[in-house]
């Protein structure tokens, strides 16, 4: 199937606000409008409709298959041990693959250095068991710069560590493992120096650089950073692409965020491991996606396990595509800020996000079901429903609607939160149940509690400029209640 052209250009230059730059969203449009469902409408229907209409969005989310042709690194020129840069012989058999119309490139058991991998159509990069591919260090492997996104704002900038732009039916599979090589002696001091326990951050420069072009309307291309700048490029990140495939790998140690599909749709992520404690190193990132299919993986991160967005600001109002129709079932969430997060870079809308069957538990989880938002970013987030979901512990709520995050009231922009219902949730030790605060022009509502507990409880809730929240068969026990025998 020839991909539809989707240009990085701004828009009619005649029209009021043209010349800001837009990612138009003519990719997803003609792939799967023609099947969407009348999901928006679930807040009037309640949830056992909403969930119902699960089914159909399973059946549009089809991972790709590939021709049982296979393409080993070492044909190409491939070396292990770690040391030997297999950067060209990687993009030589995608290429060779590629061209070929399709199949496996595959990585056999050994460690194998690399730079930067940019996926092509019809490829499945397939890591086996007991193959490493470890990451360069240097920033300049991953130049030269390509258009990207970073923190939900449009930029050029590194290329992501594994990168894609505009293709389908692509992969990245087996039982093998990517390292990033994330630490404090390299890309994390970008954000921070741990080690010498300082909280300025390099990129600082760079974000308000990059906020105030975003709001000036300056075009993308015209956004340069890289050398000298400190942005920190993501692990993965697949732009623009349909038909996506990411199995039974492991990845560890991103720069940033860890998986980053983008402007994307019919997405598999199944069977994953993501580990990475540095500064925002998020497990699993879609942004302005559609279709999406998240389940049985294990996060255990340093930032959020799963944040849901679309966009920052004036990039994500600009081209107005929300993420939609995610089903995140099976996983188990471990240390991170929260275990599913809707934000904050959600200026585009969210709705229709599905959880359920999964576990969160550690000292380091912050909350389950976390949303982030602020009167700068804005952003409708509504038709959020999560079930059968156990939580150990957190060390903050079960669930939390922030609208105080970072910017907090100061901005024109409403941010709304609702439709959330959250059934058949347990959680066995928390500081607090709700922590929801919104704001006086944004009042949080329509949040509903049916069918939970919630034990180990160890203080009130917090509840600031709420609308309606419905509890239904809820049990709130504080820590050192006595559970009930049972006969």
């Known amino acids: 199937m020839h991909l539809p052209p989707f240009p990085w250009k701004p828009v009619n230059s005649n029209c009021a606000g043209a010349s800001r730059p837009l990612w138009v969203a003519g990719l997803l449009a003609s792939v799967v409008l023609a099947a969407l469902p009348a999901l928006a409408s679930a807040a009037a229907v309640g949830s056992a409709a909403a969930w119902e209409r699960v089914p159909q969005i399973l059946a549009r989310i089809v991972p790709p298959t590939f021709p049982a042709r296979d393409f080993p690194i070492g044909d190409f020129g491939a070396r292990p041990g770690g040391e030997f840069d297999n950067t060209a012989a990687i993009r030589d058999a995608i290429a060779a693959a590629h061209a070929a119309g399709g199949g496996r490139v595959v990585v056999p058991p050994g460690v194998f250095l690399t730079g930067a991998i940019h996926l ?171 279709d999406v299919l998240i389940e049985n993986c294990t996060f255990d991160t340093g930032d959020d396990c799963i944040a849901i967005k679309s966009g920052r600001n004036d990039d994500g109002r600009r081209a107005g595509m929300p993420s939609e129709n995610i089903i995140v079932r099976g996983c188990t969430m471990k240390a991170g800020h929260g275990g599913v997060v809707v934000g904050s870079e959600i200026s585009g809308d969210c709705r229709n996000v599905f959880v359920e069957n999964c576990r969160m538990d550690s000292p380091e989880l912050a909350r389950a079901l976390r949303f982030k938002s602020n009167a700068a970013r804005g952003g409708v987030v509504e038709n959020v429903f999560m079930r059968n979901v156990t939580v150990g512990r957190v060390s903050d709520a079960v669930l939390q609607v922030d609208f105080v995050y970072d910017e907090g009231p100061k901005g024109p922009h409403r941010p709304i939160v609702r439709n959330v219902v959250m059934e058949n949730v347990t959680s066995q030790s ?23 507990t919630f034990r180990g409880v160890e203080g009130a809730d917090l509840i600031r400029h709420a609308g309606e929240i419905t509890q239904v068969n809820v049990s709130v026990e504080p820590v050192g209640a006595k559970k009930p025998k049972t006969e």
């Not at 928390?430 to 939970?452: D, F, M, W, Y």
């Open 120 to 290: 092509r159509s019809n490829v499945n990069l397939h890591v086996a068991k007991g193959a490493t591919l470890r990451f360069s260090t240097d920033p300049k492997a991953y130049e030269p710069l390509v258009r990207t996104r970073w923190n939900g704002m449009d930029l050029m900038n590194y290329s992501s560590l594994v990168h894609a732009d505009g293709q389908e039916n692509i992969a990245i599979t087996g039982g093998g493992e990517l390292d990033g090589q994330g630490s404090y002696e390299t890309w994390w001091s970008w954000s921070r120096n741990k080690i010498l326990d300082t909280k300025f951050k390099k990129s600082d420069a760079a974000r308000d650089r990059l906020l105030e072009m975003v709001a000036k309307g300056v075009p993308v291309e015209q956004r340069v950073f890289g050398d000298g700048w400190f942005v920190r490029p993501n692990f993965v990140t697949l732009a623009r692409c349909r038909n996506i495939l990411i199995e039974g790998v492991t990845f560890r140690n991103s720069p940033m965020w860890q998986l980053h599909p983008l402007f994307s749709s019919n997405i598999t992520v199944r069977g994953v491991t993501v580990t990475g404690y540095g500064p925002n190193n998020d497990g699993c990132d879609p942004e302005s996606c559609r």
């Open 430 to 452: 928390s500081p607090k149940v709700l922590s929801i605060q919104g704001l006086p022009q944004a009042p949080v509502g329509n949040i509903r509690i049916e069918n939970c």
